[in-house]
């Protein structure tokens, strides 16, 4: 299992008074074996405050931990999540590069085991 984030919109300045920008993310979770896995979790975790913003426009509370969740994910697949994110546009560009995320899942082979992995692998980030 690995996991992916990247950004295909980014806000060119802040986008209001408050100092923050809208940054659309996109977070993949990937099941390269052929077997399918359940109840794959994916929390990721920023050095900096983040707001969800929702279709209708409705904010979440500001946190630096997204939990991103699927019951199951087939062999060979891949599910993204598609997340609108307000954040302090002055900040972001030092505190983006310390994000940082771990997927669990549990293993077909070992049904009370849930496994994890962490990206980046090797991370010196303190995020």
Known sequence: ??????PPQVPRGPDEDRGRGLWVYDFTAYNP??????????EVTFALDVERVHYDRQTEEPTRTLILETPVLAGGKE???????LMNYEDSHAALPKTSAIISFIDPEEPSKRQENRWPKSSGHTG
């Open 1 to 6: 299992m690995a996991v992916s984030w990247r």
């Open 33 to 42: 074996g052929q077997l399918p896995i359940s109840d794959v979790r994916v």
């Open 79 to 85: 599910r993204t999540w598609h997340r609108r994110l």
